[in-house]
């Protein structure tokens, strides 16, 4: 099935990312990399690897960016495998998708992650499943908060496989993204029905009640204690995010 697939990646000043991320997908015949302008090496690098086509876009939201690199690049593969220059496709997943035969329902697929912290595979990681690979007629992205979610017309299954996570840029830039995807994250909260929120998301309203959460949840109840330094680190980076949500909320 690799031959029916195209990566489609955004980046935006992903130097330190999308080198492994490109080096992981050495299978593709066509790679599309929608460039929001970045001021780093990060298109130098992406043009370094054959079969790659760089586009360049000014950001004004994901879903925008996702729907030009899925509408105006020119991808001619029926399925599209979407990627944040940071997602690293494992060995064992890349061979999970090569052996796939999709129903004619299958509109897509779902795929969890092991979250790293420079390269060190933690057991603490608490990001989310998202669906990565699916058909490109049957695809429409949609903004939700901070990011975005592709909405698919038909069944989405689980991939058994995960994705590497493994954002290795320096705190400083991961700081100034926290602080955009909250002030977008709290606009989407404030603006919802609380009886629509899950139970996390009506956590959230509460006063400073997930950041101190966040923090022993990941340590002692996801096992990050065990992951070292890098487990820590990862903890307090989540609830330094959920406590800039929590200001923006309540502030």
Known sequence: MLDQITPLIL??????NIARTLTSLSWAKDIVVVDSFSNDDTVKIAQSFPRVRVF???FDCHRNQWEFGLRETGIATPWVLALDADYVVSNELTREIENLLPSAD?????VSFVYCIKGRELRSGIYPPVTVLYRRDAAVYVQDGHTQRVALQGSIENLLSPMLHDDRKSLKHWLASQARYMDLEAQKLRAANPAELDLADRLRRWRILVPPAMLVYCLVVRGGIFDGRAGFYYA?????AELMLSHRLHG
Do not use: D
């Open 56 to 58: 360049q876009r000014v």
């Open 236 to 240: 307090f980076q989540r609830a330094i």
């Open 106 to 110: 299958t509109a897509g697929y779902r």
């Open 11 to 16: 980046t935006y000043n992903e130097a330190p």
